[in-house]
């Protein structure tokens, strides 16, 4: 029988050390941005607090173990827009895109998204040279879109 990913919501209680190792591994190995655990730790703090942010944090557990974790952010923008931002889904480089949980994570929160938020449209941040995760978009029906991200530092 193959192993079954199952998608929880996150709880800081139980969930937190088994994170912060995921945390660790995809900030060397996969983030497109770098940041630290205690900023990391901070954030989940706050939105496990925040009634709008509990239930947009979700783990994959593999035979009880957390192997991804995912989240979004919901903002307005200067024109009064709701907009969500689906962001990269964390796990370890061994576990990347081999197993399906990004794939698991990504769907189970966009119907969170579309069925409570009523949001019909989430954004994603996917590098050019990111080609598995671009496949996987592909597979789900994900889009580019014709905006595209620059930045410059001030």
Not at 9 to 30: M, Q, S, T
Not at 93 to 99: A, Q, R, T
Not at 131 to 153: D, M, P
Request: aromatic share 14%; proline share 1%.
């Amino acid at each position: 029988m193959k192993n079954l990913i199952i998608i929880d919501r996150y709880d800081p209680r139980v969930d937190k050390e088994a994170l912060k190792d995921i945390f660790k591994d995809f900030i060397e190995n996969k983030s497109y941005f770098f940041s630290h655990w205690e900023k990391f730790e901070e954030e989940l703090n706050r939105r496990s607090l925040d009634l709008q942010y509990r239930n947009s944090m979700v783990v994959a557990k593999l035979d009880g173990q957390i192997v991804g974790f995912g989240t979004y952010t919901l903002f307005r923008d200067y024109l009064g827009n709701d907009r969500v931002l689906l962001h990269q889904v964390l796990t370890k480089k061994d576990d990347s895109f081999k197993k399906g949980i990004e794939e698991k994570i990504i769907r189970e929160l966009q119907l969170y998204i579309k069925r409570s938020l009523k949001i019909d449209k989430v954004y994603f941040i996917c590098p050019d040279d990111d080609g598995a995760l671009r496949s996987l978009f592909l597979k789900l029906g994900i889009k580019k879109s014709k905006y595209i991200w620059y930045e410059n530092e001030i």
